[in-house]
């Protein structure tokens, strides 16, 4: 009985991260304060550690689906060349249809380029936002949506990512 306890205690209460900051702001979010980036997530996800390539995924306890950051070093590549490379890893991970890319300007004024993958019912389950900062680095932020019941959810809170995420 008593490890049933804890256990439900450690999975409502997940342990941040070793390697970054949670910042509760209240607002049922928390900013992720990583050395090189920051990104708000829903509170109560449990975060993972950044892995030696520079990913971490942030994933509701117990649920499907999940918010993703990637990092990478400064690049003067082309969006065609990131968006081909992108979709080499992300194709050879699980198949679909990628969507064209289309390249826009954030508010804070970097570049910033979208696209989805198509599953095979037609959902457009994985969604990519690539944000370009010339002397900062590359931030790849990604959704995997569990199925389009979730979807206005999932899309809400990718959102609130991809709008408050920053270089530091």
């Known amino acids: 009985m008593m490890a049933a306890t804890v256990l439900s205690i450690l999975l409502a209460n997940p342990a941040p991260p070793s390697d970054a900051k949670l910042v509760d702001l209240g607002d049922g979010f928390v900013r992720v304060e990583a050395p090189t980036y920051s990104i708000e997530v829903p509170k109560g996800w449990r975060v993972g550690r950044e892995t030696p390539w520079g990913q971490r995924d942030a994933k509701p306890v117990g649920g499907e689906g999940k918010l993703g950051v990637m990092t990478a070093p400064p690049s003067r590549q082309s969006w065609d060349s990131l968006y081909r490379t992108s979709l080499y890893f992300i194709l050879r991970e699980r198949p679909g249809k990628a969507t064209p890319y289309k390249v826009t300007k954030r508010e804070d004024g970097l570049e910033a ?56």
């Open 113 to 168: 380029c979208t696209f989805s993958i198509i599953d095979d019912t037609g959902f457009a389950a994985r969604r990519y936002v690539l944000l370009k900062h010339p002397e900062k680095g590359l931030l790849a932020l990604s959704v995997q949506i569990p199925g389009r019941d979730a979807e206005a959810a999932w899309e809400k809170n990718f959102q609130r990512m991809v709008s408050t995420a920053r270089f530091r």
